[in-house]
């Protein structure tokens, strides 16, 4: 299936228009095994971002303080890896959605070039692809009828049916790259709260590493709930889901910097 995917693919790219008739006799519809739905996509965006944001964050907090730096190294690393990683993180988002964005549209100029051209071949697609749903008889030639009326239709069809793909219109790649940042820096300042304004609050300055941990946790969990709007699990569980494993990054991070302080006699 795939290598006639690949050909007909090929046909197209050099407007091979005998090519593509062939391939398409050829070609039996299967369904796609997946179907990516564009709803809370954002939402999705800025819940995973702010997820990584705080778990990476304090992973260097608890790196650095298991190495027992000294608050200002502390805020330096944290706040490099905050900006660094959230630019990394946002760039990535934009690089990845555009690119489906850009495939998004390719695949649909294929597929109207293919209505053009071979009419007969992709309405007997249309034909396969509910006849596979149980449609039979007068019924189906109406609906084949119907959607082969229209071209703007009969593409759609065609995108979602054939290839599960949608086109999201309304989707900006820049605008949940910017999701992403802005959630991933808003997040990821928490573990760094204690540390700045350890001057201005004597509670900070006292259990340093203490408050951070727990201003962390409860941000963990108020995240981690926060993704059952993407999940739809319950948000309790999701909550202590995205608790745990970020205690484990810590936790690894901070036996790291405490190991490799102790045993290589790093002094700062």
């Known amino acids: 299936m795939s290598d006639i995917i690949n050909k007909i693919k090929s046909a197209f790219n050099s407007k091979d228009i005998e090519a593509t008739k062939q391939l398409h006799a050829q ?3 299967i369904p796609e095994p997946w179907h990516k739905t564009e709803q809370g996509k954002y939402i999705g965006s800025a819940v995973y971002g702010a997820s990584d944001g705080i778990i990476t964050t304090f992973a260097v907090v608890a790196g650095a303080a298991g190495a027992n730096l000294s608050t200002g190294v502390i805020l330096i690393l944290g706040f490099a890896n905050l900006l660094g990683d959230g ?10 959605e555009k690119s489906e964005a850009d495939y998004i549209k390719s695949e649909r100029e294929r597929e109207e070039w293919e209505v053009e051209v071979n009419p007969a071949g992709e309405r007997h697609e249309i034909r396969e692809i509910y006849s596979n749903k149980g449609l039979a008889g007068e019924k189906l030639d109406k609906i084949v009828e119907i959607i082969t009326s229209d071209k703007k239709i009969w593409v759609d069809t065609m995108m979602r049916e054939e290839l599960g793909l949608s086109d999201a219109e309304d989707d900006s790649p820049l605008k949940s790259a910017l999701i992403t940042f802005f959630s991933f820096i808003a997040a990821g300042f928490m573990p760094l709260l204690a540390y700045v304004f350890a001057s201005y609050i004597p509670f900070f300055q006292q259990n340093l590493f203490a408050s951070a941990t727990f201003i962390t946790a409860l941000t963990l969990f108020v995240v981690g709930a926060a993704r059952t709007y993407v999940t739809d699990i319950k948000w309790y569980k999701s909550g202590l889901e995205m608790l745990i494993v970020g205690s484990l990054s810590a936790g690894v991070a901070y036996f790291v910097g405490y190991f490799v302080k102790t ?3 790093i002094t700062v």
């Open 27 to 29: 070609k039996k519809h």
């Open 87 to 96: 630019f990394s993180m946002a760039t990535g988002d934009y690089l990845s």
């Open 263 to 265: 045993f290589f006699g």
